[in-house]
């Protein structure tokens, strides 16, 4: 298709349109980049003033800990590989060896399989062989680029992260599962019905929508705190206190996550035909029924989309986790504000940006994947409305 | 859909909902009203040390909470009224500002100089996220095809990334001699430190929220040009609109719901601004109501957490939403009532 001609655009607006957009990208990318860099690096190069000691890297060289152009040019193109091996061949594989119903776990179990074999082989079996490649190979042996993973084994091994990072896995599922499940039948129920009542329930999630969180936790804390002496007359002597307890942040984050997806859900639901739901009911289907065997099968890529978002706010919380949760079952983002408290050396300051690149590292692969289902998600909202 | 389905069907969001948001707004506002303290009784010790020929012995009166049979200080709630606003508000010393003329005076309170700063920062970016979203909106749109995929992409990262995260990789690129500010100061000459004074960390705030947000204004923009129609387009090209008329006459209009939306979603966001005061650490300088009600619940030295005073808060910052929400609900209705003859 030909643009008219007096909608083409002289070369001046194209050229200041790109800029503007390549200044734009860069600008997006460059300071989750940047930490991504800075978390490889020794402390001294981490903050040096120079752009480009930051990237070479010559205090983490000078420590023996780097990449040889060899190293680089194999690891480049071991990472192209997996990745394409893991968009062309893995779909397929998952295909195959799952059970026809169970497409979610398998892809789940697919998923978590490649990510174990391929931390083996890139960190465990690639440095085993390219040891001794690069002492026999000279000059393209020798090491050019600063890089060292020491401050992710002190974040992840000796700080045990990983204790903050299941925690954060079993909120944020608790999270996805608990809200997904209520919000779909929620957003059914009132995108199928007209009346008033529905009506008000929603401007009266909008309402809640609004709310500042700490309002909330205002709320909660005193009762969280106290629970098992107010809940004893209920429960008897195993009344659980509820402060720390994940459960019942998953709860509370649930809550706070509802208005938000009962309002996405019902605008998803909406643009379901009712003429579906309706010829199963004059087929004799009860609600429950229409819903269990109509809709559901055609209501997936609406879900995705909302759980994405709610594994989103699950994920990134810190104001509700950081209250209600104890030290021990602390989720990962309020456990990074305890590296500032610490912080004193930039080993420390370091290690903190390892994790936090930790903590970002899955949301970037979460873009990679589910790109386009965001992308519908954030403008399903606004046609709504 | 009769009602007992309807009901079976929103029943448990509901109930969550009442449970978890309406309930905890009752209980703070009572919260509000109420002080728990532990109940304290004056005491006669009397302390001795070893002296030659006689011990010691002085007695002196102490203030010790009372215990229960299990060991736990005893508390008791009572009513104070106002008290917790009175504390939060401090209007004494707010009216001693004013009769003074003096700015500064009030900015030492805590909740006015939250409030004053919620409310430039909510303010402030709302042009800032619609200019610079549409601006990346009509830009990817006059790109090739091949490469929105991959701007998309890029674009959705700041969107996406943990907030508390966002905030700190900018705060990174700052602190001490972060490469950006070294970078400044080989430009300017002069010795600059981005968190020592509150105007800086206020402005590496907004650019940090509007790098935050303009994204998913962008998305949303982006598919509002999707659908612009393009024979008004061309019959204003026709009537000799330059690109500008159009951009301001034909675009707008049609991006203006659009725009209407963000703007909602960006007030509500804003006005709870929080992160930020945690990822660029500007307790110290900068603070926002729902800081302020943070610091408040979060236990100080001696494990006491305020939590009326913490609710005072709370209730003063629900007060702004109202009047935030006072106008898009007022719209709806009429909306709805338009619907319904």
């Known amino acids: ?385 | 859909m009769k009602f007992k389905t309807f009901a079976a069907f929103v029943g448990p969001s509901v109930f969550m909902m009442l449970l978890f948001i309406a309930a905890p707004l009752v209980s703070v506002f009572i919260q509000s009203f109420q002080v728990t303290q532990p109940i304290l009784q004056q005491v006669e010790v009397e302390t001795c040390t070893p002296g030659f020929l006689t011990q010691t012995c002085t007695t002196e009166m102490k203030t010790v909470p009372v215990l229960d049979e299990n060991g736990k200080t005893i508390t008791e709630t009572r009513w104070v009224g106002l008290q917790s606003y009175k504390n939060v508000l401090q209007m004494d010393k707010v009216w001693e500002g004013v009769s003074n003329g003096s700015w500064n005076d009030i900015m030492q309170i805590d909740f006015w100089r939250a409030l004053r700063f919620t409310l430039s920062f909510t303010l402030l970016t709302l042009p800032l996220v619609i200019g610079v979203g549409l601006a990346i909106a009509l830009a990817v749109n006059n790109a090739t095809r091949a490469i929105r995929g991959p701007i998309i992409f890029i674009s959705l990262l700041p969107f996406i990334i943990t907030p508390v995260i966002g905030s700190l990789s900018i705060y990174w690129l700052f602190v001490g001699d972060g490469i950006l500010t070294a970078m400044m100061e080989r430009w300017t000459g002069t010795n600059i430190s981005m968190f020592a004074q509150a105007w800086t960390i206020e402005l590496l705030m907004y650019f940090y929220r509007v790098w935050h947000v303009a994204p998913f204004a962008f998305v949303i923009f982006y598919a509002g040009l999707q659908t612009v129609n393009m024979d008004t387009l061309e019959s204003a090209v026709i009537d000799g609109a330059s690109r500008w008329e159009r951009l301001r006459h034909v675009i707008v209009p049609h991006l203006m719901p659009l725009i209407i939306f963000i703007a909602l979603i960006h007030l509500m966001d804003c006005y709870r601004v929080f992160e930020e005061i945690v990822g660029f650490r500007s307790q110290a300088h900068v603070i926002s109501l729902q800081w302020l009600t943070y610091d408040f619940m979060t236990p100080d030295d001696a494990g006491n957490r305020a939590i009326s005073r913490a609710s005072a808060s709370a209730m003063l910052t629900m007060i702004g939403i109202v009047f935030l929400l006072i106008l898009p609900l007022r719209r709806t209705w009429r909306d709805h009532k338009g619907s319904a003859h």
């Open chain 1, 1 to 385: 298709m030909s643009t008219p001609k007096a909608m083409q655009q002289s070369f001046a607006l194209r050229l200041s349109s790109g800029t503007f957009l390549a200044f734009w990208c860069l600008l997006a990318a460059f300071p989750i980049f940047w930490i991504a860099i800075m978390s490889f690096k020794s402390p001294v190069d981490a903050f040096a003033a120079s752009p480009w000691a930051v990237i070479t890297g010559p205090a983490t060289r000078a420590n023996g800990d780097g990449l040889s152009i060899l190293d680089i040019i194999i690891g480049l193109a071991v990472l192209y590989f997996s990745i394409r091996w893991a968009f062309t061949k893995l779909p397929g594989l998952v295909k195959t060896f799952c059970p026809p119903g169970l497409i979610v776990l398998g892809w789940v179990f697919g998923a978590v399989l490649y990510a174990v074999a391929f931390i083996l082989v890139f960190f465990g079996l690639l440095p085993l062989l390219l040891g001794p490649i690069n002492s026999i190979s000279g000059p393209l042996g020798t090491p050019v680029l600063g890089l060292t993973t020491e401050h992710y084994v002190a974040v992840w091994g000796e700080n045990e992260f990983y204790r903050n990072f299941l925690n954060s896995m079993l909120v944020t599922a608790g999270v996805v599962t608990v809200s997904l499940t209520v919000g779909t039948l929620a957003g059914y129920g009132l995108a199928r019905s007209g009346s008033d009542l529905a009506f008000w329930l929603l401007i009266l999630a909008l309402v809640f929508r609004a709310l500042p969180h700490s309002v909330l936790v205002a709320g909660y804390l005193p009762v969280f705190i106290n629970s098992s002496e107010i809940l004893r007359p209920i429960f008897g002597e195993g009344a659980p206190t509820l402060y720390g307890q994940p459960w019942a942040v998953i709860a509370v984050l649930v809550a706070i996550n509802q208005p938000f997806t009962i309002w996405m859900l019902r605008s998803f639901f909406q643009n379901i035909p009712a003429e579906l739901d309706e010829a199963a009911r004059v087929d004799g289907c009860s609600h429950f029924q229409a819903f269990r065997r109509v809709i559901m099968p055609v209501m997936w890529p609406g879900v995705i989309t909302t759980g994405l978002f709610s594994f989103l706010l699950g994920y990134n919380d810190f104001l509700v986790t950081s209250l209600l949760l104890d030290a021990q079952n602390q989720t990962m983002v309020p456990a990074i504000a305890g590296y500032f408290n610490r912080e004193t050396t930039t080993t420390d300051q370091v290690e903190a940006v390892a994790a936090a690149v930790s903590i970002t590292a899955p949301l970037f692969l979460l873009v990679m994947v589910f790109q386009r289902q965001i992308v519908s998600g954030l403008t399903a909202g606004a046609v709504k409305g």
